[in-house]
């Protein structure tokens, strides 16, 4: 079953549209032309099996259609972080030992520095294709992509994924999320990440396209809403926030049936904006080691269980470690979705992979109805005073505030509580409010011990490439 | 991922719909409580891992409840056809080494006769149940339930079908039909026919409901549809024809998606009124040894591919053995929906999986878009002075005659050529037709030598339980 997943929905479903992107659109057969294409180009470069291929590319056709041809040579696909700095993506090149670093024309002068031999993606094109590749089909446990996870915490580790790993990704989405012939995945993530990488497999196995943006613009995405038919959409809290602003009054059709909201808890008055609109919001815990989502929370529970992660995926086993007296613990994954490891990594591998578990550094809890609540990181909890301050409690509580646009809150070290809380506030455009009102607004909703110290009023928040905040980084803007 | 798929199921979404029969509705929640009490209740009777527990039961909830708790022993189910003679059953009962042969009242008297501890439904519901029995989670290719082929050919053997092989069938289906929140799966085939049990199977997997019938019955079926919200029923033609027919003029509501129509090639002016009433017809080949469907032809194909069974499912892979100068030949399945064979019968496998493939006994084509046709069983062709005559096409052709309600088609010996075709004819009420008429008729579309010798006019034709014309079958009636 771990066989060519393009090369088959090609057959099955030739004339179907595969992909959307600016004014380009491949059918499935036509995808797979040019995936045959390039894996005969690649093959003429003595790219084969096990082979890494590190990607350095914005979202394209060339990023969608490289990503079949690696894997139909049985090479493996290191789709790397456009927004690192070339010394971070010298370490993850060297990490991986790609034998080849595929760039496009928006890289080149960066790629230029880096100790690996260089392909254009505008050569590869003009590149003549050599002999039919063989193609061995992989195993079920072959990786098939190594991704770096986002690095929110500690060093990147290359996560290995394999073709077992995104298959039952994709069929427990699928079991979850239905499927219908009319189908679209629209895809703003970059695809460098989890959730981008996702979607393009699940578009072949399912035979639905994908509408790729290069990044996300609200407005473009509300188009391509309207235009393109998307009926599902994965997004983080502050782009669905962007995509309501631009969006003003205007109703959502009915043919979204889906905004996969990932990255982290969701503020409630976005949950509640979204349900005065009729916008079917269905949240995802996830993570790169289990190759995306492992819980969801159906669009019909959204405010009846606010805050909550759902349910796991049909294929997925959850477990809350070592609970507290409050039933938090780190939260476990078991399944077909989960990754074996770090590449040549034993050590990261050994610490984060224990008796089939995989631990996810998160800190949740289930209630009595098997729901996942995740609280926060467990490097992100803040122990002020023996208690523990969850920052992503604090955050929900201010993004109820009116003026409050964006939150992040750490921990910072205090004499007499040995940590205590402060909040970095982006406010709305044209909002005002002052720390003492903010402060005002807390006492009424959260325990005194849990109140930011200080509240520090910011341009922007930092966050990674997929949307998700970085409290990690809190620090050198806090500083 | 070959776990309790019920049991998952009912901890993911408890409140829905799992089964209505009758005027009976479960929940899964509901549902999985009574699997847990059945397998109890067997446990107390020792029944374990790898014991075969034969069923002998009419369509009802007990018959969908055995067949999980059964699974959750670890046991193997072996749900008996009901059509067959007390001396055919006891053959089975000896073959499979039954432990146990559950019945119900229906069944009681006939039970009776055979060799093997009884247990009857009803003393299963006031069976009190023991300690909770111990679940040792299957392996993937651990049996799930052993099937009697339908028996149109030859003596019965006892399919295995794995867990595996009935997962990938539901993930098969799943991705060629779709999966809405909405949908509900009508079974009015009996669920020892493996098109009854994989909706079972699929219902849990899937999470929506068996709308389950006892019998064929076109007037229930018609209002199930209606006022249950069917959206994907499994037929055979001949249900399709008196559902039309007892429907009238009344359209189908939207609400119905997918009829799904197996059990051979469907007539053409079938299909012709399916299109006019604008029923989305999915027509299906699948086997026994297969766990149901291995291709299917979708709705818009229904009349531009007329007699193609479509393409294979995703996971399943199609050659033709073998092919005669026309493209015809043995129709080989391969993949992982694939039966590991027969209950202790080595030979029997040996003959029918040669090298991973499945040797089907079908003969069929692939059109050069890879769209299937099948022909004919290969023990039904009749060759006549050297050339083949498929059964199938003689009674395709008689079928579009206005006076024509079911037909089948068989060879004899013939002194001159070898064998002739001889046709069995049931005509539609108050319609009138000669052999000579239908003589004349068949000259304008038929060469020569595959006009019906004779034409024998009949009441019924013989069928099988899921509605399968029984060619052999024919012998008897025209001898």
């Known amino acids: 079953m771990f066989f060519d997943w393009l090369q088959r929905r090609a057959a099955l479903t030739p004339k179907r549209l595969a992909l959307s992107v600016g004014a380009e659109r491949f059918t499935f057969a036509e995808l797979d032309q040019r995936v045959e294409r390039h894996a005969q180009q690649l093959a003429t470069l003595d790219i084969g099996a096990g082979d890494r291929v ?59 520095i880096f100790a690996v031999p260089l392909l ?15 193609f061995t089909p992989p195993s079920p446990a072959s ?44 895809a703003c993530l970059p695809l460098f990440h989890v959730g981008g990488l996702a979607i393009v497999l699940r578009s072949a196995i399912y035979g639905i396209p994908i509408i790729l943006h290069d990044g996300f613009e609200p407005a473009a995405v509300n188009t391509a809403i309207d235009e393109e038919k998307v009926s599902i959409i994965s997004v983080v809290s502050v782009m669905l926030q962007r995509m309501l602003a631009e969006r003003g009054a205007r109703p959502y ?18 949950l509640e904006e979204c349900a005065r609109r009729g916008l079917p919001v269905t949240q995802t815990y996830g993570l790169t080691e ?45 399944g077909p ?52 301050i969850y920052p992503s409690e604090v955050e929900a509580v201010l993004l109820a505030h009116p003026a409050v646009a964006e939150v992040g809150v750490m921990g910072i070290d205090d004499a007499q509580w040995g940590q205590a809380p402060i909040a970095f506030i982006k406010l709305r455009e044209g909002e005002a409010a002052s720390a003492d009102a903010l402060r005002a607004f807390c006492q009424d909703r959260l325990a005194k011990y849990k109140i930011p110290k200080r509240f520090e009023f910011v341009a922007r928040l930092p966050r990674n490439a997929a949307g998700k905040l970085l409290r990690r980084e809190l620090k050198k803007i806090g500083s």
């Open 120 to 134: 254009n993606t505008n050569s590869l094109s003009s590149q003549p294709p050599r002999a039919k590749p063989l």
């Open 253 to 270: 059709p009915p043919t979204l049936r889906c905004v996969l909201l990932g990255g982290g808890p969701a503020p409630q008055p976005l």
């Open 54 to 112: 590190a990607l350095l590319l914005r979202n394209s056709a060339a990023f969608v259609a490289l990503i079949h041809a690696i894997s139909r040579l049985g090479a493996i696909s290191v789709p790397l972080n456009t927004r690192l700095a070339p010394p971070e993506l010298q370490t993850q090149l060297a990490q991986v030992e790609a034998k080849i670093l595929i760039h496009d024309e928006a890289h080149a002068s960066s790629a230029h």
């Open 337 to 388: 979705t989960v990754s074996p490891g770090y590449w040549r990594d034993p050590e990261a591998t050994a610490q984060t992979l224990r008796e089939g578990w995989l631990h996810t550094g998160d800190l949740g809890y289930l209630n009595e109805e098997g729901y996942l609540y995740v609280v926060d990181r467990r490097d992100d909890l803040i122990i002020s005073g023996g208690e523990n």
């Open 290 to 334: 289990a190759a995306s989502q492992v819980a969801t929370l159906a669009p019909e529970d959204a405010l009846r269980k606010l805050g909550s992660a759902g349910k796991p995926l049909f294929p997925t086993e959850l477990m809350i470690n070592a609970p507290d007296t409050t039933g938090v613990g780190e939260i476990l994954v078991r």
């Open 143 to 186: 990786p098939h992509s190594l991704l770096f996870t986002s690095g929110t915490t500690g060093r990147a580790k290359a996560t290995m994924l394999t073709y077992e790993n995104h298959w039952w990704s994709a069929m427990g989405s699928l079991l979850n999320l239905g499927l219908r012939a009319e189908d679209g995945w629209l």
